[in-house]
């Protein structure tokens, strides 16, 4: 299988919960203690491994290979768009929060708020 890395690296953690073969980033480690996980080659156990572009990564008992590979020219520039655009949508949805948020007031009230009693000689 080839997944096509957009980014400078992708740790091991997060490739395996993408690929939908974990299912949270938390399951990595049983995963790990349950399955051998090889990259390049040479068995690794470290869920916050860095994997690059040409990095191979095997999962004999499940026969599962995965293949970094780089993106064509176009599917870098689509991959650009769609991030800018996510960033751009969140940065709206999180301005229209801020302005449903009710404001913080203080509260109306009709009594005079009582003071505390002061002792002499203080």
Known sequence: MEYKLFEEFITLQAL???????????????????????????????????????????????????????????????YETDKVEKERVAKLVKEMNKEMKPKKSKPVSSTPKKQAPQFPGR
Do not use: C, W
């Not at 349950?34 to 470290?46: A, D, Q, T």
């Not at 690059?52 to 995965?66: F, L, S, V």
């Open 16 to 78: 395996l919960k993408e690929l939908g073969i974990t299912h949270s980033g938390g399951a990595i480690k049983a995963f790990l203690a349950e399955h051998s996980v090889y990259f390049n080659g040479e068995l690794e156990n470290r869920r916050g491994k860095k994997i690059r572009i040409g990095d191979q990564i095997d999962i004999p008992d499940m026969n599962i290979g995965i293949l970094l590979t780089q993106p064509s020219p176009a599917e870098q520039e689509e």
